[in-house]
C-alpha cells in the first residue's frame, strides 16, 4: 500500500522538479527524466519514449500497442495501490492531443474515486461533478468548460463574473477567462461536471 497521496509525472517537454513536494512519486514512461533524481516508486509504460528503463527501479512495462496510455494505466496502477489523492505533473506544453488525454485523466481519476488535478507551475486544472475549493489568488485567470454535456453551476464564491444557476453549453463558450478575486474559489455543480484551468497571475 502507499500513502493516499500520490504524485503522478508524465512526459512534458519542460516540469521544474522542485514542483513535485509529494513523497510518494510514479513516472509514466519519459516522465521519469524530470524525477531521475528523486525516489521513484514505480516507472509505468511501454518505454517507446523513454528506451531504456534504470537499473533497480521497479518497472510495470506495456507493450507498445496497448488501448490505453501510460498516464491512464499509472493511473490504474495508483487505484489498486490505494491512492485516494493525486496531483499529476507534466500534463501540458506537449502535443495538443496528449494535452486533451492528460486532461480527460481528471475524470478517470474521479471515476476511480481518486481525487485528482494537474499542477504545471502556472497552470492547474481540477475536475468537479459536485464541490470543489480551489486555491487561487487575485488576478487569476480561470476558465470553467462543461465536459461531457451540459453542466449546471448552482453557485461559485471568489469569481469577478459569478456561476450562480448558470448553465454552461457545452457547444458555447461562456465560462472561459473569468478571473479570481479572493484567496479561494468555491464551485458548486448541481447537473454535469466541468473542467477548470487556472492560470496564474504572478509566475512561479
Not at 30 to 42: L, P, S, T, Y
Not at 45 to 50: A, I, M, Q, S, V
Not at 144 to 161: K, M, T, W
Amino acid at each position: 500500500m502507499i500513502p493516499k497521496k500520490a504524485a503522478l509525472v508524465l512526459n512534458a517537454p519542460e516540469l521544474n522538479p522542485d514542483l513535485i513536494t509529494e513523497e510518494y512519486i510514479v513516472a509514466a514512461d519519459a516522465g521519469f527524466r524530470h524525477v531521475r533524481d528523486k525516489k521513484v516508486a514505480a516507472l509505468i509504460g511501454d518505454l517507446d519514449t523513454l528506451g531504456k528503463a534504470p537499473k533497480g527501479i521497479n518497472l510495470i512495462r506495456f507493450p507498445v500497442e496497448k488501448n490505453a496510455t501510460d498516464g491512464e494505466l499509472a493511473i490504474d496502477y495508483l487505484h489498486e495501490q490505494g491512492c485516494r489523492f493525486l496531483t499529476i505533473y507534466g500534463a501540458f506544453g506537449g502535443k495538443i492531443e496528449h494535452i486533451i488525454g492528460n486532461l480527460n485523466l481528471l475524470a478517470y481519476a474521479d471515476s476511480l474515486g481518486i481525487s485528482a488535478h494537474i499542477n504545471d507551475g502556472n497552470m492547474s486544472a481540477y475536475f468537479c461533478r459536485n464541490y470543489i475549493e480551489i486555491p487561487s489568488v487575485n488576478g487569476d485567470e480561470v476558465s470553467i468548460f462543461p465536459f461531457g454535456g451540459n453542466a449546471v453551476a448552482a453557485r461559485s464564491e471568489g469569481l469577478y463574473y459569478p456561476l450562480n444557476d448558470l448553465t454552461l453549453d457545452s457547444k458555447k463558450s461562456r465560462g472561459i477567462s473569468n478571473r479570481a478575486t479572493a484567496d479561494k474559489i468555491v464551485l458548486q455543480i448541481s447537473e454535469g461536471a466541468v473542467m477548470i484551468l487556472l492560470r496564474r497571475a504572478k509566475t512561479v
